[in-house]
T-cell receptor, first 113, second 112 residues
Framework: QKEVEQDPGPLSVPEGAIVSLNCTYSNSAFQYFMWYRQYSRKGPELLMYTYSSGNKEDGRFTAQVDKSSKYISLFIRDSQPSDSATYLC?????????????FGSGTRLSIRP | NAGVTQTPKFQVLKTGQSMTLQCAQDMNHEYMSWYRQDPGMGLRLIHYSVGAGITDQGEVPNGYNVSRSTTEDFPLRLLSAAPSQTSVYFCASRPTWGETQYFGPGTRLLVL
């Protein structure tokens, strides 16, 4: 079993829709949770970062972590064509660089104009 | 700041050939790592380094070598290329304390 599971999609929604992207993880030691966005033929870039359970909002993006069910989510409100990309969830045990980051396989998202 | 740079952007190799993928960063980050990205597999860690002179294996190290003689550079060597090593390779760096890992633009490798 992979440590982080993510539905690969693809997911296609109309512009303006609310998008929900999800991951599950198996290791209860994970405490730091990240979402990366990767445009086609580019390297991933950090989009959101949360610690432990709870919600974090940044503009149209909300990251949610439920440690009791080992479930992490990213919500995108008022989705735009420029949000079309692959979204990767990631987790780690510790804050420092001594802790490896484990990535999900990524969900490809397409926003239709 | 150039951030994380990788060369070459694209490479075609024949089975059995060797080559070195170059990675450099100008942010004075101690932590550097190499990932490969394959369809449906996400990013898999090959090797990583927590500072000059220190390297360790990741999830899929077989067939790859690394060394870290300076803080800035972290080359990845393919000893004898195999078709299974066809992939997109990303180098990344991260400060000792901080959540952001910075990725390079990637090297697309095709092994025939």
């Amino acid at each position: 079993q992979k440590e982080v599971e993510q539905d690969p999609g693809p997911l296609s929604v109309p512009e303006g829709a609310i998008v929900s992207l999800n991951c599950t993880y198996s290791n209860s030691a994970f405490q730091y949770f990240m979402w990366y966005r990767q445009y086609s033929r580019k390297g991933p870039e950090l989009l959101m970062y949360t610690y432990s359970s709870g919600n974090k909002e940044d503009g149209r993006f909300t990251a949610q972590v439920d440690k009791s069910s080992k479930y992490i989510s990213l919500f995108i409100r008022d989705s735009q064509p420029s949000d079309s990309a692959t979204y990767l969830c990631a987790t780690s045990e510790k804050y420092s660089s001594a802790s490896k980051i484990i990535f999900g396989s990524g969900t490809r998202l397409s926003i239709r104009p | 700041n150039a951030g994380v740079t990788q060369t070459p952007k694209f490479q075609v190799l024949k089975t059995g050939q060797s080559m070195t993928l170059q990675c450099a960063q100008d942010m004075n980050h101690e932590y550097m790592s190499w990932y490969r990205q394959d369809p449906g597999m996400g990013l898999r860690l090959i090797h990583y380094s927590v500072g000059a002179g220190i390297t360790d294996q990741g999830e899929v190290p077989n067939g790859y070598n690394v060394s870290r003689s300076t803080t800035e550079d972290f080359p990845l060597r393919l000893l004898s290329a195999a078709p299974s090593q066809t992939s997109v390779y990303f180098c990344a760096s991260r400060p000792t304390w901080g959540e952001t890992q910075y990725f390079g633009p990637g090297t697309r490798l095709l092994v025939l």
